[in-house]
């Protein structure tokens, strides 16, 4: 174990010690970095777990770490700040990964890793290195010792090798972080040396490394966000499917649909509290990266290479496709729908009826609006506006503009598809009734009804129909009069998209695409099991189509 030397206080100050539990900060906490001189911000996230959670993780060197250490994992509690480094265009030029555990007499790094496009640092301490004691007080001095296995790419292995560390706790200069309680740490290992600032409640306000001082900034710049690039399903026939067993690699729970971006997939989960980066470029899926977007999940949705995720915490976290947080809004309430996309806006609607046009380049609220009860299926956005169902039976559409134009009582909804070209209609049916409406977009005003004697689990919009599904049959609806114009029911369906003249289902044993008459056109074999049991999410975005369900994912690309 490392040696905390006896400690002593500055002449003339009546310090009083500050804990390192009371030092960190919440889960899911994020700061931002700048240092004069660089072009580079740090952009950096905290999380506070056990065991569980890191058992799917990206965190470089944790696997090997496990098998080095003698603390005990079951009862373990670890915290770890990963920070990206980004310049001005966007792009990730470092990644910094540190996981401490909090330990009795303190918080001890586990693992540091440093990562940059020339160069590859990863370093295991056993025993932990002792950066902050559970007591410590201004001109405080203390050493740790142990072992460092330190990564070498020659030889593809940890070699150990001895480390001792001397730390110094001091008064920070800045009179604001003193004033606030906190402490700067200065440490030596080695030739190389860093201070770090902790504040209670606020872990690293400022760090000073090698390659400069490092301050909070104030925010972030506003981010690239990539032009929407609809599905083309007059190709859908082209469609070439990949699929992927997970089981032995990854333990999937999703809140909402994946998300797609280059080279794999998105995904907030429902249990461990982390999004998790999937790379499906390679033989076997990886995981990439994880985030902490802070409390649990609650939904999420990826828009323009953004992945945005609500949470417990009534917040609205975006990342970028390497996991970098890019900026975070306030909500207020949780969001349980996911949000959709409105040119360069992102739509999301909360349990407290609330609707808000939210920014995707900088999280900024464009507008707000309420509709008196909660919204929990997704809102959907055609011909310019936004359709809202709520709890109470309100359908509503609100203009570009956040004004709402009409509301009437249509029921709760199940879902709900609005028709192309001129004078569209919203066709709509309230949970079990079996009965299809359609209003027009123009006013709201009833056009037409008809009792399908289906519920419509999915409702898709295709060109000259909209098609209705639910476990046991499809149907293709005529948007003008509400007539049937075609059935589908050779066999069960668990999800099904569309668009154009197409629409995908996902059968017992095939996916299945039919035209615009209900015929089908081609069929792919997939591999999942349990479909009725189990939740399933299909999702389509670009040339892509994701689709997921227990251990399976599969991928189906347009050539």
């Not at 080095?68 to 030029?93: E, N, Y």
């Not at 953004?306 to 949780?334: H, K, M, S």
Request: hydrophobic share 45%; charged share 15%; proline share 6%.
């Amino acid at each position: 174990m490392g040696l905390l030397v006896a400690s002593t206080t500055l002449p003339g100050r009546a310090a009083q010690p500050a804990g390192s539990v009371a030092m960190l900060p919440a889960d899911g906490y994020r700061v931002l970095y700048a240092a004069s001189g660089q072009a580079d911000l740090r952009y950096a996230e905290w999380s506070r777990t056990g065991v569980m959670d890191m058992v799917q993780t990206s965190l470089l060197g944790f696997g090997p770490w496990t098998s080095k250490t003698d603390i005990d994992l079951a009862s373990a509690q670890f915290v770890r700040q990963r920070t990206l480094a980004a310049g001005p265009d966007g792009d990730t030029s470092a990644l910094f990964d540190d996981l401490w555990t909090l330990e009795p007499d303190g918080l001890r790094a586990a693992i540091d890793v440093a990562v940059t496009d020339t160069a590859l640092s990863v370093s295991l301490l056993v025993p932990g290195r002792l950066d902050l004691p559970a007591q410590v007080t201004v001109g405080d001095k203390w050493t740790s010792a142990g072992t460092a296995f330190n990564w070498d790419t020659d030889t593809g292995s940890f070699v150990p090798s001895p480390y001792q560390a001397s730390f110094t706790a001091a008064t920070p200069a800045d009179p604001a972080e003193a004033a606030l309680g906190c402490v700067s740490v200065a440490m030596r290992q080695g030739t190389d040396s860093m201070t770090r600032t902790w504040c209670p409640g606020r872990g690293v306000l400022s760090l000073t490394d090698a390659t400069g001082s490092w301050t909070l900034a104030d925010r972030p710049p506003p981010c690239p966000v990539g032009e929407p690039t609809p599905f083309d399903w007059a190709a859908a026939g082209a469609l070439e499917f990949t699929s992927h067993d997970l089981s032995k690699s990854l333990t999937l729970y999703p809140v909402s649909p994946p998300g797609l971006v280059a080279h794999g997939t998105v995904m907030a989960q429902k249990y461990t509290a982390d999004v998790y980066g999937i790379d499906l470029s390679g033989e076997a899926p990886q995981l990439s990266w994880n985030a902490r977007p802070g409390g649990t999940p609650t939904a999420s949705a990826t828009m323009g290479g953004i992945t945005l995720v609500a949470n417990t915490e009534r917040q609205l976290v975006a990342y970028n496709e390497a996991g970098r947080w890019l900026w975070q809004t306030p909500t207020t309430d949780i969001v349980v729908a996911p949000p959709v996309r409105m040119g360069d806006q992102a739509i999301v609607a909360g349990l407290d009826g609330s609707v808000a046009a939210v920014d995707l380049a900088t999280g900024a609220i464009r507008w707000t609006t309420s509709l008196g009860a909660a919204i929990r299926i997704r809102p959907v956005v055609a011909d310019g506006v936004v359709l809202v169902s709520n709890q109470s039976g309100g359908l509503a559409r609100i203009n570009s503009d956040g004004e709402v134009a009409w509301v009437i009582d249509a029921g709760v909804a199940r879902s709900l598809a609005v028709s192309p070209g001129p004078d569209p209609v919203v066709v709509f049916e309230a949970n079990d009734r079996v009965v299809l409406y359609a209003y027009s977009l123009e006013d709201g005003h009833e056009i037409w009804r008809n009792r399908v004697y289906q519920n419509a689990i999915d409702m898709i919009g295709l060109d000259t129909a909209v098609v209705v599904r639910d476990d046991n049959t499809t149907l293709g609806v005529d948007w003008n009069s509400g007539a049937v114009l075609w059935r589908y029911s050779a066999e069960r369906t668990a999800a099904g998209t569309g668009g154009g003249d197409s629409v995908l289902l996902v059968g017992q044993d095939d996916y299945l695409l039919l035209d615009a008459r209900g015929n089908q056109l081609r069929a792919w074999p997939h591999h999942f099991t349990s479909l009725f049991i189990s939740s399933f999410y299909l999702a389509v975005d670009g040339d892509q189509v994701v689709a997921y369900s227990g251990d399976i994912l599969d991928v189906g690309v347009l050539p």
